[in-house]
């Protein structure tokens, strides 16, 4: 982690009032779909992006989701916290995604797609890895936020371009030329936000999935192989999923549920 980079996340401001209600009810063994959703509830703003979230034709809801109790109830509170926390955490940041070649729309619908696509993957066979995958699959990418600003203020826009097209690997350029990559970047954001161990472990060890620890070693494989299926443009493509497919082989997930769910945001 370079000082610059280390300095800027020290500096970030701590998590709002909401996020703080959000992580201590779903924290809470007690807590039930109605105490989440009376938290959110009252924050009208944030209420309207979880909905525009949960709408979304990638989820394939035939009806409209139209209150946040529909939400909990057809999601779950873990993936309900996911959306609520990728709405939060982002206002938290000024984006600018052009040393990557993508604009702030396309940043979005990056984290979107990810996140679909885990949880069309994991709702049938691995759905109690989905309440820490959610929050993982839409927060993942973050990090290219802080490490854009730092190319952008050391005027390496240009290098940054010329290692993307050379290294054709994200994470590689990032480390050529800012020393650090994405993962590094949003598990230190997220530890310093003193958010849950296990969520920090699987974001950090996405791209290493054998250094995490024991218990999350699944859930960083499969974030692993989404993040290779939609690569940062968002485009699902032959390579991407061949790609992805090596890696479900190698981990021994299921294939089968992969394919459908590929179809499914499709």
Request: charge should be negative.
């Amino acid at each position: 982690m370079t000082e610059e980079i280390l300095k800027k996340i020290k500096q970030l401001p701590p998590l709002p009032e909401s996020a703080l209600q959000i992580e201590k009810v779903y924290k809470d063994p007690d807590s039930t779909f109605n105490d989440m959703a009376k938290i959110l509830e009252k924050d009208p703003l944030l209420t309207a992006d979880i909905l525009r979230a949960a709408n979304s034709p990638l989820y394939g809801f035939s009806r409209e989701i139209n209150a946040i109790n529909q939400a909990v109830g057809l999601f779950g509170m873990g993936t309900v916290r996911g959306f609520a926390l990728a709405s939060i955490v982002k206002k938290s940041f000024a984006l600018d995604l052009s040393p990557y070649g993508i604009t702030n729309e396309m940043f979005s619908e990056l984290s979107k797609k990810q996140h679909a696509l885990t949880t069309a993957w994991c709702i049938k066979r691995e759905n109690t890895l989905l309440n820490i995958l959610s929050p993982a699959a839409f927060l993942v990418e973050i990090g290219k936020v802080l490490i854009a600003q730092q190319i952008i203020a050391d005027k390496k826009e240009s290098d940054f371009k010329a290692a993307l097209n050379e290294l054709q690997n994200v994470e590689a350029a990032e480390r050529k030329i800012a020393s650090v990559d994405t993962p590094e970047v949003s598990a230190t954001i997220f530890a310093q936000w003193k958010f849950e161990e296990g969520l920090v472990d699987i974001i950090k060890n996405c791209q290493n999935p054998d250094a995490a620890q024991d218990k999350n070693k699944k859930a960083a494989q499969i974030l692993h192989v989404v993040r290779i299926a939609v690569p940062i443009n968002g485009v699902v493509t032959d390579k991407s999923l061949e790609s992805a497919k090596e890696l479900i082989e190698k981990y021994n997930l299921d294939m089968n549920s992969f394919n459908t769910a590929v179809a499914n945001i499709e």
